[in-house]
């Protein structure tokens, strides 16, 4: 037997057993005549004994032990001397009469605590040593909960986990196919899922009313903090449902969620539609754990000075930032450079203080009256030692996205932003297209499967612009975890909605033929929504990146630094898919 016991399980109560031990060496410290190592597995970390005056041929082979060696030991368990406060095993030591060298190891590349000296690149190639580190397998830990609290309330509700094929054709979630040759069908591609969306709606065609699935999808995207090329979605579908259900139900799933994991009662989740989303925050995923709405000020600002920015501007917003009047000009001027960094392309920005006795003083003092500048103060709500911040444009749009990102700076600057505090709302109500100056045509927003609201369907032949659709985000602290909605299940207004897109029926037969065919087979209602696991995760764990909550993640070029992949392949195997490589650059 390798073990009785493991690292993390003893206590004073334990003292006096004899317990067997394995695990690797953390570090080892000589003192006098005794020599300590820090024994280290899944579980935690106990401290070893050695000592010479009773052993010293079992201590010498102690003091040879390097780090990283995998050992165990057989020993006593006995009350520290001087207790570690910082480990739950830190009132008891093992005094060790064996020791079997299981595995020798080379030193380790970087240190394997929790505070490492090892930067992202080195980490990520000897991935299997820092998942050694106890605050990422604590990350793991989380996510395996995660997963499996989804599986218990999910399975509790009545749904079915269903598996998909991962070798299809594409999917319509608007990102870049990853494809795979097929070596039977020489010149053909399967594309890997960017989500099991048209199968789960074939799944509801086939009766499955109620289905989930924890699952893999690929995206061939330029990749940032919260993206990796294939991550993992918990995919649901449900049938005989209207939005509502679908919102109760999940809503209830992350209620679970939350309470089983972090033990936390979260509040009805509060709903916002689309429209306003952007008005008072300028994101479809406005972060609430603080307030700081948009005020609109074109009332107020646009024609009432001299001002031409302004005069000139089809959008003026401001946010108020209590207690901040006392900013100095130079971090005033930082917070211009970061408005107007490329990023976020701002032209510049406008403030004004109000000093404590009331009165207002601007950065475009000159060109308004003492009346304007009051009439600022009272739209905007501020009270003495508030500081106003102002963006304009002249495209609404990309003013508001402006400012929503100068919020959320202010925000983190502010406190306003911690990791343990949680908003959770709905946003409703999303248009059914946005427009793509690239493409120049409407686009779905969410994807072309999703209703319209039955009110506004007569306005798809008029102005499809402004058509809301049954589709939902639910959004925590400006995160988007999840998204769905209501689908299409009448073949008629799907071909309808194919051509508003700019599909021929051909095109869209081509495409979405085998769908538009089982719609005719008795398509119940349906509808249904995907969370971004990592993502999920992520927040829960207080995570910057979802790497951190994934075992082994690529890298922003997407590679996989640890195995080297992607990489070349064999011309036998070129050979048998009948390709070869003509690089163009
Ligand atoms: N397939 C969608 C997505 O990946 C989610 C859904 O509509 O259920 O975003």
Avoid at 213 to 228: G, N, P, T
Avoid at 404 to 423: A, Q, V
Wanted: charged share 25%; hydrophobic share 35%.
């Amino acid at each position: 037997m390798f073990r009785t016991k493991t690292c993390g399980e003893l206590r004073l109560a334990n003292v006096g057993e004899t317990v067997t031990l394995s695990g690797w060496v953390q570090r080892t410290r000589k003192m006098g005549g005794m020599t300590f190592a820090d024994l280290r597995d899944r579980y935690g970390i106990t401290q070893l004994v050695f000592d010479e005056s009773k052993d010293s041929v079992l201590c010498e082979r102690a003091n040879r032990m390097g780090r990283e060696w995998v050992i165990q030991v057989i020993g006593e368990v006995s009350e520290r001397q001087s207790k570690n406060k910082n480990l739950p095993t830190g009132d008891v030591e093992i005094i060790v009469r064996e020791l079997n060298v299981l595995n020798e190891a080379q030193t380790p590349p970087f240190t394997i605590e929790e505070q490492s000296d090892g930067g992202d690149d080195l980490r990520m190639k000897y991935r299997y040593l820092d998942l050694r580190r106890p605050n990422v397998r604590k990350n793991l830990e989380l996510r395996h909960k995660f997963a499996f609290e989804v599986r218990r309330y999910l399975d509790e509700q009545g749904f079915m986990e269903i598996e998909t094929p991962v070798l299809v054709n594409s999917t319509p979630e608007g990102a870049r196919d990853f494809v795979v040759p097929s070596r039977m069908n020489p010149g053909q591609f399967y594309a890997l899922p960017q989500s099991p969306q048209t199968l789960k709606q074939l799944l509801m065609v086939a009766g499955m009313d109620r289905y989930f699935q924890i699952v893999k999808c690929f995206r061939d995207e330029d990749l940032r903090a919260d993206r990796q090329p294939e991550f993992t979605q918990i995919d649901c579908e449900m049938s005989f449902v209207e939005q509502e259900d679908i919102l109760q139900t999940f809503e209830g799933m992350s209620r679970h969620l939350f309470k089983t994991i972090l033990g936390i009662n979260i509040p009805t989740l509060p709903r916002m539609t689309w429209a306003d989303a952007m008005k008072y925050y300028g994101s479809d995923k406005p972060d609430t754990r603080f307030d700081m709405k948009f005020v609109e000020l074109m009332d107020v600002l646009k024609g009432t000075g001299e001002f031409s920015v302004f005069n000139e501007a089809e959008y003026i917003g401001g946010i108020c930032c209590e207690g901040q009047a006392v900013y100095t000009r130079k971090q005033l001027d930082q917070l211009t450079d970061f408005v107007r960094r490329p990023q976020i392309g701002a032209k510049g920005l406008v403030y004004a203080r109000v000093g404590e006795d009331g009165s207002v003083k601007s950065s475009v003092d000159k060109f308004y009256s003492p009346e304007v500048l009051e009439n600022l103060k009272k739209a905007m709500n501020a009270k003495p030692g508030d500081l106003i911040l102002i963006i304009s444009g002249p495209d609404t749009l990309k003013a508001r996205k402006q400012l929503c990102e100068l919020r959320l700076e202010m925000g983190s600057r502010m406190g306003l932003r911690p990791k343990d505090k949680f908003s959770c709302l709905w946003v409703i109500d999303f248009p059914m297209y946005e427009w793509s100056d690239e493409e120049q045509r409407l686009m779905a927003m969410h994807h072309p499967f999703t209703s319209p609201k039955p009110e506004d369907i007569p306005l798809l032949d008029t102005d499809p612009a402004s058509v809301r659709a049954n589709a939902y985000d639910m959004v925590i602290n400006g995160v988007e975890v999840g998204g769905g909605s209501i689908r299409i299940h009448d073949a008629k207004l799907q071909q309808k909605i194919f051509e508003i897109l700019g599909f021929t029926p051909e095109q869209a037969q081509q495409k979405f033929g085998f769908l538009m065919n089982a719609f005719k087979y008795g398509a119940p209602p349906h509808g249904g929504l995907a969370y971004g696991l990592d993502r999920f995760v992520s927040l829960f764990a207080g995570l910057d990146s979802i790497r951190d909550c994934i075992a082994f993640p690529k890298n922003n070029s997407g590679r996989d630094v640890m195995l080297d992949a992607p990489g070349v392949i064999d011309q036998i195997q070129l050979d048998e898919l009948q390709l070869q490589i003509n690089l163009k650059n």
